[in-house]
């Protein structure tokens, strides 16, 4: 049966999709007209199992109730107020929140509607406070190869993956990157965090002896790399990182858009990890995807260096038309109740060693490569097709969206991410549809 909002649109020119290989879709759409819980609907009225949580954001499942509630009710009562020189509780009562939830030391936040503005806001935020500070020649901004933070020009300058990169010119100047960590002669088949590589942090010496750390601002990194194909930290990596930025007073940014809000089965990567940032990137799961937002939590120290000079002043020139939206706010205290609610924020740790051994009972299987794993993210890594690089992976994406089940492929990596409310027999279904996928696949 179809409605007038179920209804395939009979043109799909006009939208030109992001990150899509547009004229591969509009010859075959997948199109997904609602979502309860674990599962999609298609337009043709089939299950699917979300093993993605979206694009990594939909952390308590589709359609919870006290989301969709609080959402319609705040956009009844006040739908929009002015985010600058005027307030509204709603974005204060979720501040206070996520700096509850936060670890120690991040005590302020500023609001964005997107990883990628939650980045660019976070790398402005290092350079003004050195500037502010006096020490206004710490100019230079660190990423890693392999980064992914998000699509904006600071976020592509500092992040690693070339075709986010190539087309886009110079760049942000003065920006240097710091190798990845991915390593499978020594590390495949890990689980959880991959013995070698933690001396890899030292590169960052290096790059401090080349540049003098006098011209360096910050130091910015996904705790867990996503977007690349979940690339996972050696152990003790990111402690010898925070060692080295504190040492030579170079910030530390967690890149947290992925590994926030309960995907390692800690509130925070940096509470997986046991390494407080300066600051640290949220959105995603800050609203569970259903309102764009974003969240950046700052340590007392920066936020309390800007707050100088007469107070009639506006101490920080940025911010965003929908800094703290009501209805996004809203959106954001209804999830973090329901993941307080459910306990979701932890359930990771729990579901950790089913998952683990679910994913890794597909070694031996053609072509896997590698499969690791944390908290409820995994990744199987596939030996590309000589030749046609990413092929193999897609045809798996398809072959498992027409057996209902979604899953996401970068590269010839398959990563999973499902909703934090998955069960155990969930998890069984994800691993035999794959398993069969990976029996066939060319
Ligand atoms: N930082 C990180 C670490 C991310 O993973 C962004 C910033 C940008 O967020 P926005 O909200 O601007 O998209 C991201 C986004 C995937 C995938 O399947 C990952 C992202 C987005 C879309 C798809 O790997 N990460």
Known sequence: MSTSSNVAPNDLSAFWMPFTANRQFKKAPRMFVAAKDMHYTTADGRQVLDGTAGLWCVNA?????????????????????????????????????????????????????SGSE???????????????????????????????????????????????RKMFGTLLTGVDHMPHTHNLKQNAFSRGLPEHGADLADELERIVTLHDASTIAAVIVEPVAGSTGVLIPPADYLKRLRAITKKHGILLIFDEVITGYGRLGTPFGADYFGVVPDIMVTAKGLTNGVIPMGAVMVSAEIHD?????????IEFFHGYTYSGNPVASA????????????????????????????????????????????????????????????????????????????????????????????????????????????????
């Open 61 to 113: 499942g589709h359609a919870r109730p006290k989301i969709v509630e609080a959402i319609a009710k705040q956009a009844a009562e006040l739908d929009y107020a002015p985010a600058f020189q005027m307030g509204h509780p709603k974005a204060f009562e979720l501040a206070n929140r996520l700096v509850d939830l936060a670890p120690d030391g991040l005590d302020h936040v500023l609001f964005t509607n």
């Open 331 to 442: 959106a954001g205290l209804a999830t973090l109740e329901t993941y307080k609610e459910e306990g979701l924020l932890t359930r990771g740790k729990e579901l950790g060693k089913v998952w683990e051994d679910a994913l890794h009972s597909l070694k031996g299987l053609p072509h896997v490569i590698d499969i690791r794993n944390i908290g409820l993210v995994g990744a199987i890594e596939l030996e590309p097709i000589a030749g046609q690089p990413t092929k193999r992976a897609f045809s798996a994406f398809l072959k498992a969206y027409e057996q209902g089940l979604l899953i996401r492929t970068t590269g010839d990596i398959i990563a999973l991410s499902p909703p934090l409310i998955i069960s155990e027999s969930q998890i069984g279904e994800i691993v035999s549809t794959l398993s069969g996928i990976l029996k066939i696949l060319d």
């Open 305 to 313: 260096t800007f707050m100088q000079g007469p107070e009639h002043l």
């Open 118 to 164: 939650s980045v660019e806001t976070a790398l402005k935020v290092a350079l003004a406070y050195h500037k502010v500070k006096g020490e206004g020649s710490r100019t230079r901004l660190i990423g890693r190869e392999r980064a992914y933070h998000g699509v904006n020009f600071g976020g592509i300058s500092v992040g690693g993956i070339v075709t986010n």
